[in-house]
């Protein structure tokens, strides 16, 4: 991990999407049998099959918020759920009525406190999403503040309680390639930073 970590000196240098991609690549390939993948639209989990050998997480446009936030999903997905697309999870769109909003937030807490942790061990910011621009704004709204409690008391959980495995890992391998060791910490999670 030493060389790759000696590649990036400066905390604030843009974070460059192809080397988070080399950096799980050479975290979880040979182990996991996974890849982490920029595509060209929506973000997907794809389990090896016949056409390709290994499993790919597919994440948004080469957003980089998009990759930490998938990579959360794998982190947390047990080993039945990897062999399966999306791992299994059911996603509606935009304009999903209060309830359904609900019920996708109850599983998107444990991914986004990752995806918080994940972005401080890089150094970037997290901003929360209850991805529903086009759900009723006032039910989106007085959801939101439920929500990112939720996400920060998630966040503080594994912070206290440790990480799943394979989130540990990635996080320590972020803060040895971006130096982040000495700014990381429990006084990044407060609730007024999501």
Request: glycine share 4%; net charge negative.
């Given at each position: 991990m030493a060389s790759l970590a000696a590649k990036t000196q400066q905390t604030d240098a843009p974070l460059k999407v192809a080397d988070l991609i080399r950096l799980f690549d050479h975290l979880f390939l040979s182990t996991e049998n996974t890849r982490l993948v920029a595509g060209d639209s929506e973000p997907e989990?794809?389990?090896?099959?016949?056409?390709?050998?290994?499993?790919?997480?597919?994440?948004?446009?080469?957003?980089?918020?998009?990759?930490?936030?998938?990579?959360?999903?794998?982190?947390?997905?047990?080993?039945?759920?990897?062999?399966?697309?999306?791992?299994g999870y059911w996603y509606e769109p935009d304009g999903r009525s209060e309830s359904r909003?609900?019920?996708?937030?109850?599983?998107?807490?444990?991914?986004?406190?990752?995806?918080?942790?994940?972005?401080?061990?890089?150094?970037?910011?997290?901003?929360?999403?209850?991805?529903?621009?086009?759900?009723?704004?006032?039910?989106?709204e007085a959801g939101r503040a439920r929500f990112r409690d939720a996400v920060h008391a998630q966040a503080h959980i594994y912070l206290q309680n440790g990480l799943p495995e394979r989130a540990e890992i990635l996080k320590s391998a972020l803060l040895d390639y971006y130096q982040r060791h000495n700014e990381f910490g429990a006084h990044l999670f407060v609730p007024e930073r999501i």
């Open positions: 989990y794809l389990p090896a099959d016949d056409s390709c050998s290994y499993h790919r997480i597919l994440f948004a446009h080469g957003f980089y918020e998009s990759a930490l936030h998938e990579i959360s999903h794998w982190c947390i997905a047990g080993a039945e759920r990897r062999l399966l697309r999306d791992f909003q609900r019920e996708f937030e109850q599983v998107e807490v444990k991914p986004q406190a990752l995806e918080w942790i994940l972005s401080e061990a890089c150094g970037r910011r997290f901003h929360i999403s209850t991805d529903n621009l086009d759900g009723d704004p006032l039910a989106v």
